[in-house]
């Protein structure tokens, strides 16, 4: 597991419109990332909608979302919903390996590996000021709203 302080993994990904996204490119903003498990899934649709809106027209935060689905599901599920921010695709889940969020899974008593719902705040020099491993959709956007406030803090 990532904790405050390590320096993020880098990555570029295919996001829903199989543009290359790399988290690199992302300076001089910070980077609000957020692992779901399944796209145009309810509890990561209320994730997505309610982190674009409250994260909607800020120049300081970046989101992005990823998971193992692929480019042409995102872009249905972005379509839908307007989205409108990156949803990258890690079909392999090597990414999210690196981030600690792809392990087991339990769900009506069966077991399987799939992604652990997680977010982290990446500084605009890649440093992690903090992550959230198994985070509900609802406590994922009570926690990006402290996140904008410290953020529009750093900057005034």
Known sequence: MLSEGDRAPAFTLFDQRAQK??????????VLLFFYPKANSSGCTSQALGLRDLIKGNRTVQLIGVSPDLPRTQMKWDDKHELGFPLLSDPDHKVAAKYGVWGPKKLYGKEYEGIIRSMFW???????LECWYKISPKVSVEKSTEVLERSNEQIA
């Not at 790399?22 to 910070?30: D, G, N, T």
């Not at 990446?122 to 992690?128: A, L, P, T, V």
Request: net charge positive; aromatic share 0%.
């Open 122 to 128: 990446i500084s605009n020099n890649g440093r992690i």
């Open 21 to 30: 996204v790399s988290l690199i490119k992302q300076a001089p903003k910070s």
